[in-house]
């Protein structure tokens, strides 16, 4: 008999794993659709949906591995960083989804979120005052006019599944849309600038790297707090708090 294994798991969501199926267990089923839509659409490998039954969506595995995870080391070859490069600019090209996603928000939103959670930050004694304001400084660039791309909007490292030197599939799509492709690059290069040039070639065009930094900064910034109260760590080294460190 499979045993059940607990991918992640929060108040809002969870992933199981049952043999070759992945059952993602989500109340809001907005998300969902939104999943399903953005993989019908994506011109990448995305995991087959064998079937789903809200708040279920059951979803085949993908073969390979990821490159890594935040806080720990990439198991991916500089050939594979500079894949998931191509694979990511494929998406980025691709015709715009429908409607915006979660790297898709306003710099009027984005800022005045940016601007309240630093303040929580502080208030609430997650983060010394002198590295939220420095680092709040840095996060200022990334709040700039852009050209909307299809972009993932979550795409953490472990989103990303490699075989050898080739992309075998990206999940994790509920936040999904239309939105800054800069801040899909900073996600999955969050903690491994080590790998930034080599994904980069692979992406293949000039890039703001003050951009990528303040992405860093501003997604470190606006997931400290969240992940503090739901069971996570980002004091854990190389993490967030890290991250922030590193950039100020």
């Known amino acids: 008999m499979d045993e059940v294994k607990v991918v992640a798991a929060h108040s809002e969501r969870a992933t199981l794993r049952v043999g070759d199926v992945f059952l993602k267990v989500d109340a809001d089923r907005a998300r969902i659709d939104v999943e399903v839509e953005a993989m019908s659409l994506a011109p990448v490998p995305t995991p087959a949906v064998l079937w789903r039954e809200p708040p279920v969506l059951a979803l085949a595995a993908l073969p390979g591995t990821t490159l890594g995870r935040l806080g720990g080391p990439s198991t991916g070859s500089p050939a594979a960083w500079a894949a998931a490069g191509a694979a990511i600019r494929k998406l980025h090209d691709a015709p715009l989804p429908p409607r915006p996603g979660r790297a898709g928000r306003s710099i009027v939103a984005l800022a005045a979120e940016l601007d309240d959670e630093c303040e929580l930050l502080v208030t609430k004694g997650l983060l010394p005052a002198d590295l939220v304001t420095r680092s709040r400084r840095v996060a200022e660039a990334a709040l700039r006019p852009w050209t909307p791309a299809f972009t993932h909007g979550d795409l953490q490292i ?45 992406y293949g065009t000039d890039i703001d790297l003050d951009v990528i930094h303040a992405w860093w900064s501003l997604r470190s910034l606006l997931a400290v707090r969240w992940l503090t109260e739901h069971g996570f760590d980002p004091f854990a080294p190389g993490c967030e708090v890290d991250v922030l460190r590193s950039l100020v």
Do not use: K, N, R
Request: charged content about 25%.
């Open 158 to 202: 472990a989103h990303v599944f490699v075989d050898g030197d080739e992309v075998t599939g990206i999940i994790d799509w509920s936040e999904a849309g239309q939105g800054d492709p800069l801040y899909d690059l900073a996600t999955f290069t969050l903690g491994h600038e080590e790998h930034l040039d080599d994904f980069l070639a692979g």
